[in-house]
Every structure is written in structure tokens, then in C-alpha cells.
């Protein structure tokens, strides 16, 4: 047991969040580039070389140069293993963003110095605060002009209702930034230029009482404008609390620059500090300890077509407890069967490392033959243990789908249900009629356009697709309610999902209500069961 205790406690385990562009891919790349996973960071947009950022491997990723899924990558830093789960920043994937969290311990939200809070930032944070998790902050892009550094501070409080501590503090923004000041060891942190693919180059570090040599490295007006801020910063910000921090109550805020790798490192060291080794998890059972029960793990996310060569399935899982063999047998809950998992890997982006073993704080990649769900538990065959379920958020745009080749109605069928399958749509069919009627649901119109891609990229199928007015979608709560004789208002329309389970849509929310007007009993929910 020691062993394995031993290694489950040197395990992170964290997502990035951010706003698109705001630097979360760049970040990520520099992570990797400290702990020896890559020796060369890419362009993340791919237009001025042929490479590209480490975490985007999707086709339509590399041409839009947005994170479409999340991808998982792992390294090792310090003597610590890390988990990074980068998740995407476009609004319509919070969904996927939202599993991906359920599978992190703590989170990294990267904010545009020049930009503040943004409207996505806002909804992501939600989602954590729903979790409750820990959120260490990197305020990025200092080597451009900024906003006022105790403005980005206030926005932070008051859009997302968060206390702050500013672990450092920027000197100045854009041509004539110089560095930071560290509160902790309180000395100021030099910045020079480095080259963008590279390691952070020398950093020299100045005790703040070293007047002279602090002149000298960063002008007397920085260095007297930094000492009036750093007097009032101390009277001002929350004091640092790690308690507070890991209730999600006290965000602790950092400054730097990943594109040209200032403060980075920084980040990373105070982080892995600060940060939890891998937490219980609640089961319906109780609370799961991850060192102390043997192997749990629960499917966050599933993804088809990873790899074209392969045309196959990964379940991505987090180990909550327990050490993983590759030889061992566990038991899938949900289906009630006893099996060894398929290819147990290890993902880097679009690349692979079988494992053999895998430790509770770790995500593994594992092949699926169409058996697996998102939110489904996998345990010791004499144990049952079973996690609590992900919530579906409800799409807000559907379109009814056809395939233009009447020919390829058996690849339409397969590539939109193993679609359907990731969480990356819904799919419903009209009340009364089969599969010959197809109407997706989407979070966010974008996952359209992925849709019509990813079907004529990965399984060779064109679509039509035709827009509906539909907004709002509500699962029938009541097992034994009878949809035939349900009567509703003129624009509601009955539908079922790929269970067979009933539901509504609605064009008006005034709808929903007269429809429960008119079912006495009726019990309708905006959420659905994975």
C-alpha cells in the first residue's frame, strides 16, 4: 500500500478554463515544455508554421484554431504527475466543459489582462462554483497593454463574486513590462524577452529593500510606483487562506505572459504548492477515499474517430481510487458485467502510450465497443460502487437532419448516434415514426457545423440540415404519463430520445406552462439522465 499511496499523493489533477484566445492553449503548451513533454511549443493557430498546439488534434480544431473537444495530457514536473485536462473555450462546448470538470480537482482560469472577465468566463466559472472546486487564476498577456492591475482585481470580485489574493504583481504592461513583484519572498522578478518556443531564459531576482539595484533593473518611477501599489495592495487584498482557496471561496490571482514564457514557471511551482493531492469522491455508497479503497473510476467524456487509422472509441475515465493494472478485471456498473478493459492508454493529444498501470487522480483512455456512457462507474468486480450521475444540459437549437445520399442512410445512422454517443449533440426522433426522422439539439449553434464536418470527414456522409424554431426542450418526468392523450399548445412538439425516453419541445417557455395547465399531474424537467 505504501507505494501506491506514495503515488496517488504526488498526483494533480486540473483543468484550464478560459474565454477564446486568452492564451489557455499557449499556457498549456508551456506546462509541458517545463515538465519535458514537448521540446519546441507550436503556433497555436497554425497559419505561420505547419505546427500545431499539442492539445488541438481535431481537423476543424487545427483550421479554426479553437479547442472543439477536451484532450488530456499528462507530464512530469518537480516530482509532482500532472494531469492537465484542457478543455474548450468557444461557449458552445460548455457542456463538454462541464464533464471535464467533473474529472478535475482544481481549475486554472486564464484571463486577457487587456480584456478582464469575459462573458464565457463567467459561465464557466458557474460551473465551477457548482463544484465547488478550487480556481487558481493566471491573468495573461501582460507583454501587451493591460487594464489597470487593482481594475482586473475588482472585475474578478464583483463579475464572479470571488474574494482575490495576488500571489505576485505585475510591473507595468505591454513595451514597458519589466516583471513582477513576488509578495511572498518580496522581491521583484525581472523580465527579459525569451524566445517563444523556449524555456523561461535567467530570471534575477531583487530583493524590494535593494533600492539601488531595483532602480537600476526597472526605472526609479516603476519602482516607486510599485511600492505605493504594494502599500496599498497590503492594506487591501484578502489575506491568503489556503483553506479558503480550497473551499473555492479565495481565488489566489498570478500575472505573466505565456506567449513569451514570463511567469510561468512561477505559476506552476506556487500551484503545485497550493494544489490538493486527488480528493474523495461522493458514490451513492458515500464518500470514496481514493487512497484507501481499492480501483473506482467514473467515464467523463467518450470520443469517436481519435485516431482515422483506428476509426475507433475512447471512454476517457477518472480514477478516483486505487491503483489500475492493465491485467485486472473490473466490473462496468451499469452494464452489470465483469471484463478487462481494452487498450488502456495513455492520450497526448493524438498520440498514445498503452499503460500498464494507472493511479486515482489519473485519466485513461480505454478502447469502447459501444458499452460505455458518460457518468457510468467501473469498480472491483466484488464491489458496487456507483458515482453520482452527470447532468445533460438542455440544447437550445435543434434542426431537423437528413442525409443527401438516400444510399448511405446506414453511415448517416451510425456516425450520428456514435456522435450522439460523445454528448457533443442529442438526438431525438419524432413521437411516432423511427429513425426516419432525426432532430438534433444542440448547446451552441457551432456544434452544427462540427456535426456536418465530422459526418462527411469520418463516416463520408453529406447532410441537409433544416433549422427549427423550437428553444425549449423539457424530459416527462411521469413514468406512467400516456404522450398520446397529453395535450398540449399548438407549438409543442412530442419526441423521444435515444432511450425511448419521452419528451417536449416548445417554441414559447409561456408553453410549458400552459401545457402543465392542461395535464393535471404532469411532471416535466429541464435536466436529463446520462
Not at 470520443?303 to 487509422?309: L, R, V
Not at 458515482?387 to 438542455?394: C, D, H, L, N
Not at 463520408?460 to 411521469?478: D, G, Q, S
Amino acid at each position: 500500500m505504501g507505494n501506491y499511496a506514495d503515488e496517488i499523493k504526488r498526483r494533480r489533477t486540473f483543468a484550464i478554463i478560459s474565454h477564446p484566445d486568452a492564451g489557455k492553449t499557449t499556457l498549456t503548451e508551456k506546462f509541458l515544455l517545463y515538465g519535458g513533454a514537448i521540446n519546441l511549443a507550436g503556433s497555436v493557430k497554425g497559419k505561420a508554421t505547419a505546427r500545431h498546439a499539442v492539445s488541438d488534434w481535431m481537423e476543424i480544431e487545427k483550421e479554426r484554431g479553437i479547442s472543439v473537444t477536451s484532450s488530456v495530457l499528462q507530464f512530469e514536473y518537480g516530482g509532482f504527475c500532472i494531469n492537465i485536462l484542457d478543455t474548450p473555450g468557444h461557449q458552445d462546448f460548455s457542456e463538454d466543459t462541464y464533464r471535464t470538470l467533473m474529472a478535475a480537482d482544481s481549475a486554472v482560469m486564464v484571463i486577457d489582462a487587456s480584456k478582464g472577465v469575459e462573458a464565457q468566463t463567467r459561465k464557466l466559472f458557474k460551473v465551477c462554483v457548482m463544484r465547488k472546486i478550487p480556481i487558481f487564476t493566471f491573468i495573461n498577456k501582460l507583454d501587451r497593454d493591460a487594464n489597470d492591475t487593482f481594475e482586473l482585481l475588482d472585475d474578478i470580485e464583483k463579475e464572479l463574486g470571488i474574494a482575490t489574493c495576488p500571489v505576485n504583481w505585475p510591473i507595468g504592461s505591454g513595451k514597458a513590462f519589466k516583471g513582477v513583484y513576488d509578495r511572498n519572498r518580496q522581491c521583484v522578478v525581472t523580465y527579459s524577452d525569451t524566445q517563444k518556443g523556449t524555456k523561461e531564459g535567467q530570471a534575477l531576482a531583487i530583493p524590494l529593500t535593494d533600492q539601488e539595484a531595483l532602480s537600476a533593473a526597472i526605472g526609479e518611477e516603476a519602482a516607486d510606483r510599485l511600492r505605493d501599489e504594494i502599500e496599498l495592495l497590503d492594506g487591501a487584498s484578502a489575506e491568503f487562506d489556503l483553506k479558503e482557496v480550497q473551499g473555492g471561496n479565495l481565488t489566489p490571482v498570478f500575472f505573466g505572459s505565456a506567449l513569451t514564457n514570463f511567469g510561468v514557471e512561477i505559476f506552476l511551482k506556487y500551484f503545485l504548492d497550493m494544489t490538493t493531492t486527488p480528493l474523495p469522491r461522493k458514490a451513492e455508497e458515500g464518500v470514496i477515499d481514493p487512497v484507501l479503497n481499492d480501483f473506482s473510476a467514473f467515464v467523463f467524456k467518450i470520443q469517436a474517430n481519435m485516431n482515422k487509422a483506428h476509426r475507433d472509441r475512447v471512454a476517457f475515465m477518472r480514477i478516483c481510487s486505487g491503483k489500475f493494472d492493465a491485467s485486472m478485471e473490473v466490473r462496468h456498473v451499469q452494464g452489470d458485467k465483469v471484463m478487462r478493459l481494452s487498450q488502456p492508454q495513455q492520450i497526448m493529444a493524438d498520440e498514445r502510450k498503452i499503460l500498464t498501470e494507472a493511479y486515482a487522480g489519473d485519466i485513461i483512455g480505454v478502447f469502447d465497443p459501444g458499452i460505455f456512457s458518460i457518468g457510468d462507474t467501473l469498480c472491483m468486480p466484488k464491489q458496487h460502487i456507483q458515482y453520482e450521475g452527470i447532468p445533460t444540459f438542455a440544447p437550445e437549437h435543434f434542426a431537423r437532419v437528413r442525409q443527401v445520399d438516400t444510399m448511405k442512410r446506414k453511415q448517416f445512422i451510425k456516425g450520428i448516434t456514435q456522435i450522439a454517443q460523445e454528448g457533443a449533440i442529442q438526438i431525438f426522433q419524432e413521437f411516432n415514426t423511427g429513425m426516419e426522422e432525426i432532430i438534433v439539439g444542440v448547446v451552441g449553434v457551432l456544434q452544427f457545423d462540427v456535426l456536418k464536418y465530422r459526418l462527411e470527414n469520418e463516416y463520408n456522409v453529406e447532410i441537409k440540415m433544416e433549422n427549427l424554431p423550437y428553444e425549449h426542450i423539457r424530459w416527462v418526468e411521469n413514468q406512467d404519463m400516456d404522450l398520446k392523450s397529453l395535450t398540449g399548445t399548438s407549438d409543442m412538439k412530442k419526441v423521444k430520445d435515444l432511450k425511448g425516453n419521452p419528451l417536449l419541445l416548445f417554441v414559447n417557455s409561456w408553453s410549458i406552462g400552459m401545457t402543465l395547465d392542461r395535464n393535471k399531474g404532469l411532471i416535466l424537467s429541464e435536466f436529463g439522465k446520462n
